[in-house]
């Protein structure tokens, strides 16, 4: 005010002394209040008098300077003061991070926000993206959820004060983010289904037309929660518009105009496709995803992105290896290791401890599976080291879900050793690991990831009844099948109802071959019958081997029983078929399991097809 006074020039000189000392008036009556008195006031209230006295003595340009200064001081006061805030507000953040208390961290962050900037709201905007960016970004790449919790709620304000379409879409996209994440985690949908929510309300701020670029981008977005929210659930609706809303992404994703996001893309993309492979009974849409990643690895490159280029190859693992258990051979399988091996180059426990931690469990995936075609234990031991490395950071606490499958892995991979050692430890530690898994994946929340650890418990469980002369294991085997198929319906899991037939199968033929009558062994039978009508030689020949090679090793028993020669002559064939196929195929450990039924199998045949004396 006094410098606007000051600088009319159509004033006198008298006329313009009387101007600043009104206008200095004004401030000590008006502004400063004369009651309240702080720094700042201190410095201007003995600016202005010292200003007034040189100003009165005639000193104008003395005076000036004397106010000059004065404002220099007011401005890095004001800085110190501003610095003082937000240390304070940042503070008050961390100890209730500390604490576990995202709610409160977010609080602290929105006051500290309103504290420095006032009705600013640009200002205030501004200091909340840039705290509520570097949450998410920390509570992604270190596995922290209280960070990602306070992320959500500084995200709720940004919903709440958002003034223009681009405010409102960019809060939206930036909630479903924070949420979607956290989500992956956890055990429930809330967050997730809070994901999909935020990043519909997103694209209705976000329209094609206006902002192309964020339309995509929020596209993409959506598709990785529907996708998530799809591998938790029984049907493929969701998985069928992640795919969808990853196309969608992809018209304004080119390859041409943005080569990184049409990356990133792609590898959301085939993450969707993979999943709904391992569903089917055919592998066009694994192969599709392999394709995916593979155009993806493009443009992805170590050198210019190396966290993204880990995790296409840990990606493109996964569905390699997915291929690899549906094919005869180990190459794919071979390719999954390696493809997962690169990965860990890039994500390291140091950098991205959860990220590790995923490919960890992968890498044993894809060990387990080679052990199992191998007759050594050396791979399966490697698969146990990578199960256990991984469990150090997919704690049950941090990741319930994840910890889970890490456990229902774990147990695959110690009965996969058990049933080649003479003891019961391993087998006892399987099942100790597929009952810790169920504590987290229950029929409620995850039904087909229960199924499937049912499946599973039931494998470990009929392996001990096997080695055990009474049938308890063996009839709590069936049930855990039983209980399986329940979810895992012919017309909802077809691969995954048909692996549980023939494993109820083995069940039931072991308590059969104990049993006096043929009714279990009839039973064995049909469940290899429903097992087969899924599990075709051109889909799954391994699988298809095994479960026909299964088949026969109760037919024989029961044409034993029923002096039945043809069956036993359909057995025998059935037995030399799956060894057989399971032996080119490289599942050496499978096929000789087969090899040893052969010559009681050929003379049985031989027996029966005898003349008989009377």
Same mark, same amino acid.
């Given at each position: 005010m006094a410098q606007r006074v000051a600088a009319d020039k159509t004033l006198d000189l008298e006329g313009m002394q009387q101007a600043v000392r009104n206008a200095i008036d004004i401030y000590e009556k008006e502004i400063a209040g004369g009651v309240q008195q702080s720094n700042t006031d201190d410095i201007?209230?003995?600016?202005? /008098? /010292? !200003?007034r006295n040189q100003f &009165? #003595?005639?000193?104008?340009?003395? *005076?000036?300077?004397t106010l000059r200064r004065a404002m220099e001081d007011m401005r890095q006061e004001r800085d110190r003061c501003e610095q003082g805030v937000k240390t304070l507000g940042e503070r008050r953040r961390d100890m209730a991070l500390a604490a576990y208390d995202g709610e409160a961290a977010a609080q602290a962050i929105i006051e500290m926000a309103e504290a420095l900037h006032g009705d600013h709201h640009q200002g205030v905007w501004e200091e909340l993206t840039q705290q509520e960016d570097a949450l998410t970004a920390f509570g992604s790449d270190q596995g922290s959820n209280v960070h990602? %919790?306070?992320?959500?709620? %500084?995200?709720?304000?940004?919903?709440? +004060? !958002?003034?223009?379409? &681009?405010?409102? $879409?960019?809060?939206?996209?930036?909630?479903?983010i924070a949420a979607g994440t956290l989500g992956e985690r956890e055990s429930g949908a809330a967050h997730l289904e809070q994901a999909v929510v935020a990043y519909r309300a997103a694209l209705d701020e976000r329209k094609r037309e206006r902002v192309p670029l964020d339309w995509a981008t929020t596209q993409n977005n959506l598709g990785n929660a529907l996708r998530t929210l799809g591998e938790r659930e029984t049907g493929t609706a969701r998985l069928e518009q992640a795919v969808a809303a990853f196309h969608a992404a992809l018209q304004e994703h080119t390859r041409e105009?943005?080569?990184? &996001?049409?990356?990133?893309t792609q590898v959301n993309l085939g993450n969707a496709l993979a999943t709904l492979g391992e569903r089917e009974s055919g592998t066009a849409r694994l192969e599709q995803a392999v394709a995916a990643y593979r155009a993806a690895l493009e443009k992805w490159t170590r050198e210019r992105v190396p966290l993204q280029w880990a995790t296409t190859q840990n990606n493109l693992g996964s569905a390699l290896n997915k291929l690899g258990e549906r094919e005869s051979g180990t190459a794919r399988l071979e390719q999954a290791v390696a493809a997962y091996r690169a990965a860990l180059e890039e994500w390291t426990r140091k950098r991205v401890p959860l990220n590790w931690a995923t490919t960890q469990n992968n890498l044993g995936n894809a060990l387990t599976k080679l052990g199992e075609r191998e007759s050594g234990t050396a791979r399966l031991e490697q698969a146990v080291a990578a199960y256990r490395a991984a469990l150090e950071e997919r704690t049950r606490e941090r990741v319930p879900l994840q910890w889970?499958?890490? /456990?229902?892995? @774990?147990? +695959?991979?110690?009965?996969?050793?058990?049933?080649?050692?003479?003891?019961?430890?391993? @087998?006892? /530690?399987? %099942? *100790? *690991?597929f009952l810790a898994a169920l504590e987290e994946r229950t029929r409620e929340r995850v039904p087909l990831q229960w199924a499937m650890t049912q499946n599973n418990l039931g494998n470990a469980l009929a392996k001990l009844g096997e080695r055990e002369s009474g049938a308890t294991r063996l009839e709590q085997a069936v049930a855990a099948y039983c209980a399986a198929l329940d979810v895992y319906t012919h017309e909802r899991a077809r691969i995954d109802w048909a692996m549980t037939q023939n494993n109820l199968g083995v069940a039931l033929q072991t308590l059969g071959a104990r049993e006096n009558g043929t009714a279990?062994?009839?039973?064995? %039978? #049909? #469940?290899?019958? !429903? !097992?087969?009508?899924?599990?075709?030689?051109e889909r799954v020949p391994l699988d298809w081997a095994n479960s026909i090679g299964n088949q026969g090793s109760a037919m024989a028993l029961l044409a034993e029983r029923t002096s039945d020669g043809a069956l036993a002559s359909r057995a025998l064939t059935q037995l030399e078929t799956g060894e057989r196929?399971?032996?080119?195929? $490289?599942h050496e450990a499978w096929s000789i399991t087969f090899r040893r039924q052969l010559p009681k199998a050929k003379a049985l045949v031989a027996r029966l097809s005898a003349p008989q004396s009377y």
């Amino acid at each position: 005010m006094a410098q606007r006074v000051a600088a009319d020039k159509t004033l006198d000189l008298e006329g313009m002394q009387q101007a600043v000392r009104n206008a200095i008036d004004i401030y000590e009556k008006e502004i400063a209040g004369g009651v309240q008195q702080s720094n700042t006031d201190d410095i201007v209230t003995r600016a202005l /008098q /010292q !200003a007034r006295n040189q100003f &009165d #003595a005639g000193k104008s340009r003395l *005076a000036q300077e004397t106010l000059r200064r004065a404002m220099e001081d007011m401005r890095q006061e004001r800085d110190r003061c501003e610095q003082g805030v937000k240390t304070l507000g940042e503070r008050r953040r961390d100890m209730a991070l500390a604490a576990y208390d995202g709610e409160a961290a977010a609080q602290a962050i929105i006051e500290m926000a309103e504290a420095l900037h006032g009705d600013h709201h640009q200002g205030v905007w501004e200091e909340l993206t840039q705290q509520e960016d570097a949450l998410t970004a920390f509570g992604s790449d270190q596995g922290s959820n209280v960070h990602l %919790v306070a992320a959500i709620g %500084v995200n709720r304000h940004l919903e709440r +004060i !958002a003034r223009t379409p &681009d405010e409102k $879409g960019y809060a939206h996209n930036s909630h479903g983010i924070a949420a979607g994440t956290l989500g992956e985690r956890e055990s429930g949908a809330a967050h997730l289904e809070q994901a999909v929510v935020a990043y519909r309300a997103a694209l209705d701020e976000r329209k094609r037309e206006r902002v192309p670029l964020d339309w995509a981008t929020t596209q993409n977005n959506l598709g990785n929660a529907l996708r998530t929210l799809g591998e938790r659930e029984t049907g493929t609706a969701r998985l069928e518009q992640a795919v969808a809303a990853f196309h969608a992404a992809l018209q304004e994703h080119t390859r041409e105009r943005f080569p990184l &996001d049409w990356a990133m893309t792609q590898v959301n993309l085939g993450n969707a496709l993979a999943t709904l492979g391992e569903r089917e009974s055919g592998t066009a849409r694994l192969e599709q995803a392999v394709a995916a990643y593979r155009a993806a690895l493009e443009k992805w490159t170590r050198e210019r992105v190396p966290l993204q280029w880990a995790t296409t190859q840990n990606n493109l693992g996964s569905a390699l290896n997915k291929l690899g258990e549906r094919e005869s051979g180990t190459a794919r399988l071979e390719q999954a290791v390696a493809a997962y091996r690169a990965a860990l180059e890039e994500w390291t426990r140091k950098r991205v401890p959860l990220n590790w931690a995923t490919t960890q469990n992968n890498l044993g995936n894809a060990l387990t599976k080679l052990g199992e075609r191998e007759s050594g234990t050396a791979r399966l031991e490697q698969a146990v080291a990578a199960y256990r490395a991984a469990l150090e950071e997919r704690t049950r606490e941090r990741v319930p879900l994840q910890w889970a499958t890490t /456990q229902n892995n @774990l147990g +695959i991979t110690l009965k996969a050793l058990g049933e080649r050692e003479s003891g019961m430890a391993r @087998l006892e /530690q399987a %099942v *100790a *690991a597929f009952l810790a898994a169920l504590e987290e994946r229950t029929r409620e929340r995850v039904p087909l990831q229960w199924a499937m650890t049912q499946n599973n418990l039931g494998n470990a469980l009929a392996k001990l009844g096997e080695r055990e002369s009474g049938a308890t294991r063996l009839e709590q085997a069936v049930a855990a099948y039983c209980a399986a198929l329940d979810v895992y319906t012919h017309e909802r899991a077809r691969i995954d109802w048909a692996m549980t037939q023939n494993n109820l199968g083995v069940a039931l033929q072991t308590l059969g071959a104990r049993e006096n009558g043929t009714a279990r062994l009839e039973q064995a %039978v #049909a #469940a290899y019958s !429903a !097992a087969l009508a899924e599990c075709t030689r051109e889909r799954v020949p391994l699988d298809w081997a095994n479960s026909i090679g299964n088949q026969g090793s109760a037919m024989a028993l029961l044409a034993e029983r029923t002096s039945d020669g043809a069956l036993a002559s359909r057995a025998l064939t059935q037995l030399e078929t799956g060894e057989r196929v399971l032996r080119e195929g $490289g599942h050496e450990a499978w096929s000789i399991t087969f090899r040893r039924q052969l010559p009681k199998a050929k003379a049985l045949v031989a027996r029966l097809s005898a003349p008989q004396s009377y």
